[in-house]
């Protein structure tokens, strides 16, 4: 007899926002459409969904554009002060060890909203292997519609900076068999 | 005073009538003994084993899911990889179909596949809840979207069979529907089987551990809960004929013990859907002529599983160990005509052939 697996969805945050909504009727959709009139709704982030390059500083003061032209780029979006974000932290170990051979042709970019110590800490663990990005602004949350809740985000953008894999999983072994693919691909 | 008896005897004949309704469910749970147990010389065993050995060089298998012949074809999908290998029976390498990825074509997550009679092949993509189509040779085709309904939004398919009205039955990994009919384009249907057992969101679930097959002979289909092990017969329209199981100690005990521990753990109140599954009994296969064969899983891995047979009704036959498999876990089996394929918790592949014990 064996456990096989433990697995945690994403569709959660939908359905707490539709009881609330239905607790709070008009009132939250009144909020909603203030907020949204100050907002400029994003594109949807789909499949397939072409990105404009965006320039940022990382940690180190560094300026890289997200998405590079020519480089498969892997965002993952956090949460360090997050549970089970934490723990999903050393499945990403497990997918940098396994991207050991190709890791030059692959932009890692791992980022968190949290002005926090212990994600710059980080910086010493992934050394130069993974960009780190502290987007206090919440601009990248904005451009590739990432709101923190439970989930993490990871984000794969092929050489012409195509949105190729949206997930709020992270399977190591998967992964770097689609970043593989859109590595040899043209 | 005739309007009155008028509608007693509509009353009477509803009565009647599901009465009949209700008695024509068999239930033939924890059978003890085994009507053929004594009788040894109609027992059926496996001879002519065979290890598949896919050739490394090209195709290395990672997370072995389910094993197809298809004529002089050997179909290995790879959950992991996403990807469908083909060998030849000499295990040679051919060409693999699908490839990792969320576009036309790509496979996220499989979980089951089956090859339709004209040869074509369909494979459920579980997370994306879509069906990916594709010729024998491997070209895409096209996509089917699974319109699940509202009410089991959280659910992703996990078994999928094909009826020659091109309709498809879809089992899940977790949801308050066991088996739905969909049509071709992925429109739902209607339920087949409810589960029974409540579904806590948020909150710790056992998963439905399901697996559908179609009977041969008859075209009934067949579900099975790889952590209860009770099957149910339902018929060409949906209706349950026949629900049964065999009793053994061991699993008894280990079933109520899980249970124990998930009431448990539902106590601490967790964020999200979480799926616990549990494999206590092996995929159970059926043969051409519809007998019904499963594995009892073991802890450890000193002790033999024993094979549980019954007959296309249900009736539990008998149980014997297969000496072959002394010290491998075979979780995963299945039957193209005389060929049996099973597959060890090792992701070892055994082709054997069927023949009566002596």
Known sequence: MYERSERKFSHLGVLILSKKVKILGGLIILINISLNSKVPNPQKLVYGSFINQTSITNIEGKEISIPQEGFVTLLFFFNINHTSHKRILTEFDFLLMNLKKIDDRVKLIGISSDKNEKFKELKNIYNNRLHLVNDTETKLYKIFNYSCGNCIKIIIIDKNCIVRYLSSSLDPIFLREIIRRYINEN | ?358
């Open chain 2, 1 to 358: 005073m005739r309007i009155k008896k008028g509608k007693r005897i509509i009353f009477c004949f509803f009565y009647l009538f599901s009465c009949f309704l209700l008695f024509s469910q068999e239930i033939k749970i924890n059978q003890k003994e085994g009507i053929l147990q004594e009788k040894i010389r109609d027992h059926i065993t496996f001879h002519k084993f065979k290890k598949f050995q896919p050739d490394l060089s090209q195709a290395v298998i990672s997370r072995l899911t389910k094993v197809i012949i298809h004529r002089d074809r050997v179909f290995i999908l790879d959950k992991r990889q996403a990807r469908i290998f083909v060998f030849d029976k000499r295990a040679n390498y051919l060409y693999s179909i699908g490839r990792p990825g969320q576009g036309p074509g790509d496979l996220e997550y499989p979980d089951d596949f089956i090859i339709s009679e004209e040869g074509t092949l369909f494979v459920v993509n579980s997370m994306a809840k879509r069906i990916e189509v594709f010729s024998i040779k491997g070209d895409f085709q096209r996509r089917i979207e699974l319109v699940l309904p509202e009410e089991i939004f959280y659910s992703n398919p996990s078994c999928l069979l094909i009826n020659s009205n091109k309709q498809f039955f879809i089992a899940y990994s977790l949801s308050s529907h066991l088996i739905d009919l969909y049509d071709y384009q992925g429109n739902y249907i209607r339920n087949l089987l409810k589960r029974e057992e409540p579904i806590l969101i948020p909150g710790q679930n056992l998963g439905n551990s399901s697996q559908i097959l179609f009977f041969n002979k008859s075209n009934k289909i067949l579900h099975f809960n790889h952590f209860s092990g009770i099957f149910t017969i339902l018929s060409k329209k949906g209706e349950v004929e026949t629900v049964f199981s065999a009793f053994d100690k061991a699993h008894a005990r280990d079933v109520t013990r899980i249970k124990r521990s998930l009431e448990e753990k539902r106590r601490t109140k967790k964020p999200g859907i979480r799926i616990s599954d549990y494999q206590i009994w092996s995929n159970c296969w059926i043969d051409k002529n519809d007998i019904i064969y499963v594995f009892l899983m073991f802890k450890n891995k000193d002790e033999s599983q024993q094979m549980f047979v019954f007959s296309p009704e249900g009736t539990f036959l008998y149980r014997i160990t297969i000496p072959y498999f002394k010290g491998i876990r075979i979780d995963k089996a299945f039957c193209y005509g005389d060929d049996s394929v099973f597959i060890s918790r090792d992701h070892e592949i055994f082709i054997a052939k069927k023949r009566r014990a002596k």
